[in-house]
């Protein structure tokens, strides 16, 4: 256990509204992630942050945007949400001791929009 | 870029018996991860097993371990004493050991298993 959680664990939403999912974790890493899971494409990374208000994107951040205004809590934003942004959300934090810095996951939000 | 292949989109086993799953990726780094992932019905997604690509020796955690063959890109996880517990989908993951950057994780599609009673 990564002390890794996520909210909303489930959310349905309508076109075209702002949606934010927050992951919140208790051990200060620095590095964390959100990837998306679709059916057939396995995880994708959307963004990431590497320290306080230290952000960067990943290969799918379009409609995307991400906020870190304190060590433990990564903030998603979907500006205007569309029915491409259906899917389930995962956030991840790297560990921080060792050298091969593994990922942890949080538990996953499921977030439909209608 | 990195990829990351597994080309069987499901397998099953017996419990009790063994199967292998497999994971080809390409790349052109030298130092590189490799990882199994396990994602049971929870949706949870759980790190079953490592690999550090300048170690020979293959990775093994009680009754999971892996074949990995650096020349082939070829990185395949074996369960031993499959038990209904093991049922899930399996992802095998790159991550390049190159300092800086995001360190992010390229996954494949995922396998998904079935443990047969």
């Known amino acids: 256990d990564a002390g890794i959680t996520q909210s909303p664990r489930h959310k349905v939403t309508e076109t075209g509204t702002p949606v934010t999912l927050r992951c919140h974790q208790t051990?200060?890493?620095?590095?964390m992630y959100w990837y998306r899971q679709d059916p057939g494409h396995g995880l994708r990374l959307i963004h990431y942050?590497?320290?306080?208000?230290?952000?960067d994107k990943g290969e799918v951040s379009d409609g995307y945007s991400v906020s870190r205004s304190k060590t433990e809590d990564f903030l998603l934003t979907l500006e205007s949400a569309t029915s491409s942004q259906t899917s389930v959300y995962f956030c991840?934090?790297?560990?921080?001791?060792?050298?091969?810095?593994?990922?942890?996951f949080g538990p996953g939000t499921r977030l439909t929009v209608t | 870029a990195q990829t990351v292949t597994q080309s069987q989109p499901e397998m099953s086993v017996q419990e009790a018996e063994t199967v292998t799953l497999s994971c080809t990726y390409d790349?052109?780094?030298?130092?590189?991860?490799l990882f199994w992932y396990k994602q049971p019905p929870s949706r949870q997604m759980i790190l079953v097993i490592r690999?550090?690509?300048?170690?020979?020796q293959n990775a093994t955690e009680n009754r999971f371990s892996v074949n990995f063959q650096k020349a082939a890109k070829s990185f395949s996880l074996k369960i031993s004493d499959s038990q209904l517990g093991d049922a899930a989908m399996y992802f095998c993951?790159?991550?390049?050991?190159?300092?800086?950057?995001?360190?992010?994780?390229?996954f494949g599609k995922g396998t998904k298993l079935t443990v047969n009673p």
């Open positions: 790349t052109s780094e030298s130092d590189y991860y």
């Open positions: 942050s590497y320290g306080v208000k230290d952000t």
């Open positions: 993951a790159y991550r390049s050991a190159n300092q800086g950057g995001s360190e992010k994780l390229v």
């Open positions: 991840a934090i790297r560990s921080n001791p060792g050298a091969v810095h593994e990922q942890y």
């Open positions: 051990e200060n890493h620095r590095y």
């Open positions: 690999q550090e690509a300048y170690k020979q």
